[in-house]
C-alpha cells in the first residue's frame, strides 16, 4: 500500500513538475524569451540623440542581456521620413522605428500591428496615459510607447523678481497684466525684453504646437479619427464638445497673434527678435513655452541663467474649456519590411516594459509613458511638474508635417501681416488641412 502511495505521489509530482515546465515554455514563446539569442540582432532608427541611447542600452544591458543585440541609429529629423521609405523600398530597413505621434500616420501601413490577442486594448489603455490610445488601431497596435515629451513653462526667475513678480502664470489671462511689468520698450517702441515669444511662427519654437494646445484648451481640437479609422479635419462642432475648430482656432489665433501686434497693451514679440529659446536663454524672454527635453539645452546656452520650469498656463474659464498639453509621445514600431520582425517586436516590449522604460526616464530626464511609473510623484520638484504634464499630454493626428507646418505657419502670418482676418486665416487653414486629408 505504501509502496503504490509513493508511486502515486512521484506521478502527482511529475505531472506538476511538467505543467510547470509547459507553462514557462509558453511564457518564454508569448514574450520572446529573455535571451539575447532569442532576440537575434536588431538595427533600431530613430531621431533622439545617439549618446543619450547609447548609454542607455549600455545601462539597459546590466540588467538585460537582450540590449546588447540592439544597435541605434540616430537620423536627423528632417531626413528620417526620407530615408525611411527609401531603405524599406531597397530591403535594407531597420528592424525597429522609433517615431512620433507625428510621423505616426505617414508610417501606419509600414508597420506590422502588435496583436491584440498578444496585448488588449483593455491592458493596453491602463498601461499607458491617454494620448497614446493614439496608436490603437482597428487590427491592432501600431506602436508600443516609448517615452512622452510634454510642453511645460520655463521661466526666468530673475526678471520676475526685477518686476515684483513672486510667481509664474496658472492662467493665461494672468499675461496681460504680466506683459505690461515684464516687456521692456525702448521709446522707439522696439521691444528689449519680451514677455512671451507669441504671435510669430518663424522665430517661435514650436508654433504649431503651442497653437495646437490653446486650440485644444479652449475645447476644439485640428484633426481626429472616427470608428471606421478616418480621418477628418474637425471644423464641424463635435458631439462632445459642442465646439469647433472654428470658434477654438479663432480664439487661440486671436490671442497667440494679439502679442505681435504693436499696438496693443500686450506687445511684446516681432518677426525680427531672435530664435524664442536663444531669446531666453540670453536673458531676453520671461516666458519660454518649450518641451521638458529642452532644460538641458537651456543650461548649456547659459549655465548662469536664473530659471525655473511651471506647468503650460490654463484657461481659466469657458465652455468646453480642457485642462490639457501637448505632448510628443514616441512610440516603437516594426516595418513590414523588417529582416527580423520578430526580434524588433521582442525589442519594442523589453524596451517599453516598467524596467526599460523607467530607465531611460531616469536618463532622459523626459517622463515615462507608463501608467504604474507615472503613479509615484517624483520627490525632485522639476520631474514632478513633468510627472503631471505627462498625464495630462494629448496630441492629434498629423497626416504629415511639412505640409501641415506649411498651413499653420501661413495661418499665423496671414494675420500678422493683415492679409486675411482672424475667421478667414482659419477657414483658409480648414479648407488645407481637409484637402490634404483627401490625398
Known amino acids: 500500500m505504501g509502496e503504490n502511495k509513493s508511486i502515486f505521489q512521484m506521478v502527482v509530482l511529475g505531472i506538476f513538475i511538467f505543467a510547470i515546465v509547459a507553462a514557462v515554455l509558453i511564457f518564454a514563446s508569448l514574450s520572446g524569451g529573455n535571451t539575447a539569442s532569442s532576440m537575434g540582432d536588431v538595427t533600431m ?15 539597459l544591458n546590466d540588467t538585460d542581456q537582450r540590449a546588447q543585440n540592439i544597435f541605434y541609429k540616430q537620423i536627423p529629423t528632417d531626413q528620417f521620413q526620407t530615408r525611411l521609405a527609401e531603405a524599406l ?4 530597413g531597420p528592424d525597429l522605428v522609433l517615431i512620433t505621434q507625428a510621423s505616426m500616420i505617414r508610417n501606419w501601413n509600414k508597420l506590422v500591428p502588435f496583436s491584440y490577442k498578444d496585448i488588449s486594448e483593455r491592458v493596453f489603455k491602463s498601461t499607458f496615459i491617454d494620448e497614446a490610445d493614439m496608436f490603437l488601431g482597428r487590427n491592432g497596435i501600431i506602436a508600443l510607447p516609448f517615452s512622452i515629451d510634454p510642453i ?11 518686476s515684483g513678480i513672486a510667481k509664474p502664470p496658472m492662467y493665461w ?5 504680466l506683459s505690461e511689468k515684464l516687456t521692456v520698450r525702448d521709446k522707439a517702441n522696439n521691444v528689449i525684453v519680451g514677455t512671451i515669444a507669441f504671435g510669430e511662427y518663424d522665430n517661435v519654437n514650436h508654433a504649431k504646437d503651442i497653437l495646437s494646445l490653446l486650440t485644444m484648451q479652449a475645447g476644439g481640437s485640428v484633426v481626429e479619427r472616427n470608428s471606421e479609422g478616418k480621418l477628418y479635419a474637425t471644423f464641424v462642432p463635435s ?5 469647433s475648430f472654428n470658434d477654438s482656432a479663432q480664439t487661440a489665433l486671436l490671442f497667440f497673434t494679439g502679442f505681435s501686434d504693436p499696438v496693443k497693451n500686450v506687445y ?7 530664435n524664442s529659446l536663444d531669446a531666453f536663454a540670453q536673458g531676453k524672454l520671461a516666458l519660454y513655452i518649450g518641451y521638458a527635453s529642452e532644460a538641458g539645452l537651456i543650461q548649456q546656452k547659459n549655465a548662469h541663467l536664473n530659471f525655473d520650469v511651471a506647468k503650460i498656463p490654463q484657461i481659466r474659464t469657458g465652455q468646453g474649456k480642457k485642462i ?20 524588433g517586436q521582442i525589442a519594442a516590449k523589453m524596451l517599453t516594459n516598467a524596467a526599460g522604460s523607467s530607465l531611460f526616464s531616469n536618463v532622459s530626464v523626459t517622463p515615462s509613458p507608463r501608467r504604474d511609473l507615472l503613479n509615484k510623484v517624483p520627490k525632485d520638484a522639476e ?7 505627462a498625464l495630462i499630454s494629448r496630441a492629434w493626428f498629423d497626416p504629415n508635417q511639412e505640409e501641415t507646418n506649411r498651413i499653420f505657419r501661413n495661418m499665423i502670418t496671414d494675420v500678422t501681416s493683415g492679409s486675411l482676418r482672424i475667421s478667414d486665416a482659419v477657414q483658409s487653414a480648414q479648407s488645407q488641412l481637409s484637402a490634404l486629408l483627401r490625398k
Open 45 to 59: 532608427w530613430g531621431t533622439l540623440d545617439a549618446e543619450v541611447m547609447s548609454n542607455y542600452l549600455q545601462t
Open 89 to 92: 523600398a531597397d530591403g535594407k
Open 152 to 162: 511645460v513653462m520655463y521661466w526666468n526667475r530673475d526678471l520676475f523678481a526685477e
Open 173 to 177: 489671462d494672468e499675461l496681460f497684466g
Open 239 to 243: 458631439a462632445t464638445s459642442g465646439v
Open 268 to 274: 511684446s514679440w516681432n518677426r525680427s527678435m531672435p
Open 324 to 343: 490639457l498639453t501637448f505632448g510628443t509621445i514616441y512610440a516603437l514600431g516594426v516595418p513590414r519590411a523588417a529582416k527580423n520582425i520578430r526580434g
Open 383 to 389: 520631474r514632478a511638474i513633468y510627472r503631471d504634464s
